[in-house]
């Protein structure tokens, strides 16, 4: 596989995520350098690069005279990430946005996507629907901090074994996305928070469940 030359960091980051996010690269997997780019057909230099960016995103860690390896959150990191999201989220929902016609019918887009990946059974398009959701909902905001915050946290859950695990059922939780939906319709600021809550009540459920 080669890559043009542009924003080559960019373009490995965004490949090895997706392999760790689908299983490609398991979690636990040794990162080999030279192998990466001898693939990609490029130096060192930029896959260095982008695992330089993704430890310091949390996504892989190095460990001195061992090496690099695809990070394994235990069951307590795991749960302060989703955690703080969902602290993230329900500060937005207590914010009472007026959201727009047009960030509704996102919702409802990704909502709709969301039901059928997981009719599909579809990992990839799930999480990828999952995620543009929560991203318009703390982009609505207009608190550029707090999505840079929450966008880092989502990535970081993502790449978790815990996102194959608690998704063994994904049509129960793309569901729970539909009363955060008629919540902000409502404008029901308290209804909105409360959807949350349970959203993320399922997942600490599940997390604890697949461990």
Known sequence: MELRKESLK??????????????????GEKIREIHIAKEFGVSQAP???AIITLVAIGI????PNVGTHVKVCNEKEILEIYKT?????????DENIG??????????KHYN???????????????????KFHTTILSASDNTLLLDI?????TRSSVQKV?????????????????????????????????????????YINIKGSK
């Open 150 to 154: 929450w966008t880092q946290l989502y």
């Open 60 to 63: 892989l860690e190095h460990t």
């Open 47 to 49: 896959v260095r690069e």
């Open 163 to 203: 996102v194959k695990d608690y998704h063994d059922n994904f049509l129960s939780i793309a569901q729970l996305h539909l009363p955060i939906i008629e919540a902000i319709e409502q404008h029901n600021s308290e209804a909105h928070k409360d959807a949350i809550i349970a959203h993320y009540a399922n997942i």
């Open 10 to 27: 960019d373009k490995i980051v965004t490949i090895l995520m997706q392999r760790i996010i689908d299983g490609t690269l398991p979690l």
């Open 113 to 131: 996507n969301m039901l059928l990946s997981a009719k599909d059974n579809d990992i990839k398009s799930f999480v990828n629907a999952d995620q």
């Open 85 to 93: 999201r969902e602290a993230l989220e329900t500060f937005v929902a």
């Open 99 to 108: 959201y727009t016609d047009e960030q509704i019918v996102q919702l409802k």
